[in-house]
């Protein structure tokens, strides 16, 4: 059964789906009307992402159920390893999955990330050290690596 609750967070309203035991979808949304249909677990996500937000977690311990194509959930897999307060480029993450080539396909998985923040997209930044792009914009890209204690202005 799934199930969709919403999260007021430092960078917008956040949406979150669940499906059975596991999470398939944490994205932004302009929805207003916060209608939760809460469970032990969306209720246990967001705990854990008020633990995030007030600087108390660093790890997510959640299930995931992800749909996407075998470079995207590879992608996504790699993500998932950066540390909190840490960053990669787009480049080494292709490296990381095999194909040192693939740094705007890192891009476009980055883009397609279904569970922001749990999949630490906002983690990845250009080979230069600048921030672009992030699904959710710049400027919550930046939110979130403060919270990480990164500075980015």
Known sequence: MQNKSYYISPIGILEIITKDD??????????KALKNEENELTLDIKKQLDEYFNRKRTVFDIK??????DFRLKVWDELQK???????S????????GNKNA????GGACNKN???II???HRVISKSGNLTGFACGTEAKKKL??????SYT
Do not use: H, M, Q, W
């Open 22 to 31: 596991a999470l398939i979808s944490l994205k932004t949304s302009k929805n």
């Open 64 to 69: 995931l159920n992800l749909k996407g194509t």
């Open 82 to 88: 950066i540390p909190f307060g840490k960053t990669r």
């Open 90 to 97: 787009y480049k080494d993450i292709a490296e990381a999955v």
């Open 103 to 106: 740094s705007r396909a890192v």
């Open 114 to 116: 279904p569970v922001l």
């Open 119 to 121: 999949i630490p997209c």
């Open 145 to 150: 690596l403060n919270i990480e204690n990164l």
